[in-house]
Nanobody
Framework: VQLVESGGGLVQPGGSLRLSCTAS????????LSWVRQVPGKEFEWISH????????DYATSVKGRFTISKDNAKNTLYLQMNSLMPEDTAVYYC???????????????RGKGTQVTVSS
């Protein structure tokens, strides 16, 4: 499993960003993938997952209505569209292999190296 995130950056409150995650090493279309985030010194927060199509998507309460997860199965790419960003969304964002329930087991996970998102004026 290889996952590579991109698209992070500095954005003002209320702004938008789209994160991408290119994947390889597994059957992309038939596996759960998640977005998780971490503020340094704090635990990971799961924020969204998707299986094959958008009707399988689910979101953490903290991002529901603002973030949208999607998959392009032809490009083996996972996306996270983030709108109405707030300073508390500042974190390193990772795509992770697995669903909300399986992406981390005994503290171990398969995820990319992450991309920094900073929301600040």
């Amino acid at each position: 499993v290889q996952l590579v995130e991109s698209g992070g950056g500095l954005v003002q409150p209320g702004g938008s960003l789209r994160l991408s995650c290119t994947a390889s090493g597994f059957r992309f279309s038939k596996n759960w993938l998640s977005w998780v985030r971490q503020v340094p010194g704090k635990e990971f927060e799961w924020i969204s997952h998707i299986y094959e199509t958008v009707d399988t998507a689910d979101y953490a309460t903290s991002v529901k209505g603002r973030f949208t997860i999607s998959k392009d199965n032809a490009k083996n790419t996972l996306y996270l569209q983030m709108n109405s960003l707030m300073p508390e969304d500042t974190a390193v964002y990772y795509c992770a292999y697995g669903s909300k329930f399986t992406w981390i087991t005994d503290g171990r996970s398969q995820r990319g190296k992450g991309t920094q998102v900073t929301v600040s004026s």
